[in-house]
C-alpha cells in the first residue's frame, strides 16, 4: 500500500511538472505570435503612403528665350533643368538660377537628362551619344549609342536604359559599353518626346503615352512584366518607400509600393516634368516656365485614403 501510495504521488509530480512545462511553452508560443504579429503590424503602419502634397513655393525660371521640358534631382537634392534642346540649368540653393555651359558638346539635340544620383547626364539624339557632367562641366568623348535614342535613364548601380526612335526594343549596358540584354516592346515607341523612363534598383519603368499606360520590367526576369493603366502618362519618380509617382492627363497619381490602388494627389497637375528628393516632389511646368515644390505628407497603410479604380 505504501509503494502504491509512493508511486501515486511520483505520477502526480510528473503531471504535474509536465502540465507546467506545457503550459509555460503553451504560454512562450502565445508570447512569440503576438511580437511577430506585432512587429508585423508595426512594419505595416509604420510603411508610409502619400496622403496629400502641400504647396511651399512656385519658383519661376526667369529666362529669356529658354524653353525649360526636363527636370531631375540628384542625392544631395540640387535640381536639374534641361531644355531648347542645348541648354542646361542648375537651380542653387538660394533659389539662383545659373547655366551649366555646355558648349563642347554643340552642335547637340538633348532630349532627355537624368542622374544615377551624383552624376547628371545628358541624351544627345544628334550626336547619338550620352554625356557626363561634372563639376558643371560635360566630360569629352561620351558614350556613343547605337541608334537615334528617344528615352533613357540611368540606375543607382551605373547601368543605363535606352529607347531608341521608331523600336520596339529598348537596350540596357553599363560605363564600360557591357551589354546587359534587350526588352521588347509590344509596339515601336512613338516618334517624339512625352513620356519617359525610370531605371530604379532592378526594376524598369516605361510611361508609354502611346498606349495610356506605365510598364514595369525586371532587369533579371525578362519575361515578366506589369502594366498600370493610366491617361498618356508623361513623367515618373520613385520616392525613398518606392511609391510611384506619374504625372498624366489624369493629373499627379501614386501607386503604392504595394500597388493597393491608384491615389490620385492632384487633378490640376497635367502633362508635367516631375523629380521627387526626399519628401518633396519638384514638378515643372514647360508652358508657364516655373518649378512648383510640393511637401508630401504621408500616413499609414490603415488610413482612410481616396483610392482609384
Known amino acids: 500500500m505504501k509503494k502504491y501510495l509512493r508511486k501515486l504521488r511520483k505520477t502526480g509530480l510528473r503531471a504535474k511538472i509536465l502540465f507546467s512545462n506545457g503550459l509555460f511553452l503553451l504560454l512562450l508560443i502565445s508570447c512569440t505570435r503576438k511580437s511577430v504579429n506585432s512587429q508585423t503590424n508595426l512594419q505595416t503602419i509604420a510603411l508610409p503612403f502619400p496622403l496629400e502634397l502641400k504647396h511651399e513655393l512656385s519658383i519661376f525660371i526667369d529666362v529669356s528665350q529658354f524653353l525649360p521640358d526636363k527636370i531631375v534631382c540628384d542625392i544631395k537634392g540640387n535640381i536639374f533643368i534641361s531644355g531648347n534642346k542645348r541648354r542646361l540649368f542648375h537651380l542653387e540653393d538660394d533659389l539662383e538660377i545659373s547655366e551649366i555651359n555646355i558648349e563642347a558638346i554643340y552642335p547637340c539635340e538633348i532630349v532627355d537628362i537624368g542622374t544615377d544620383g551624383f552624376d547628371i547626364f545628358l541624351l544627345d539624339r544628334m550626336n547619338r551619344k550620352l554625356w557626363t557632367v561634372k563639376r558643371e562641366s560635360v566630360l ?4 556613343s549609342l547605337e541608334e537615334r535614342p528617344l528615352f533613357f535613364s540611368v540606375s543607382e548601380k551605373g547601368l543605363f536604359t535606352v529607347i531608341y526612335t521608331n523600336r520596339r526594343e529598348f537596350s540596357i549596358f553599363s560605363r564600360t559599353e557591357k551589354r546587359f540584354g534587350d526588352f521588347q516592346l509590344e509596339e515601336a515607341a512613338m516618334e517624339g518626346d512625352r513620356g519617359s523612363l525610370l531605371f530604379i534598383k532592378d526594376n524598369i519603368y516605361f510611361a508609354n503615352n502611346k498606349r495610356d499606360r506605365v510598364e514595369l520590367f525586371y532587369l533579371y526576369n525578362p519575361g515578366e512584366r506589369q502594366c498600370i493603366n493610366v491617361e498618356s502618362p508623361t513623367s515618373l519618380a520613385l520616392d525613398i518607400w518606392k511609391n510611384l509617382f506619374i504625372a498624366s492627363n489624369e ?31 519638384y514638378i515643372l511646368n514647360p508652358e508657364e516656365k516655373k518649378i512648383d515644390v510640393y511637401k508630401i505628407v504621408y500616413t499609414s497603410f490603415n488610413s482612410n485614403i481616396p483610392r482609384g479604380e
Not at 140 to 143: I, P, Q, R
Not at 264 to 278: F, P, R
Open 140 to 143: 569629352e568623348n561620351g558614350f
Open 251 to 281: 493629373g499627379l497619381v501614386c501607386i503604392p509600393k504595394n500597388n493597393t490602388g491608384k491615389i490620385l494627389l492632384s487633378n490640376e497637375i497635367l502633362d508635367s516634368q516631375i523629380a521627387i528628393s526626399k519628401e518633396k516632389i
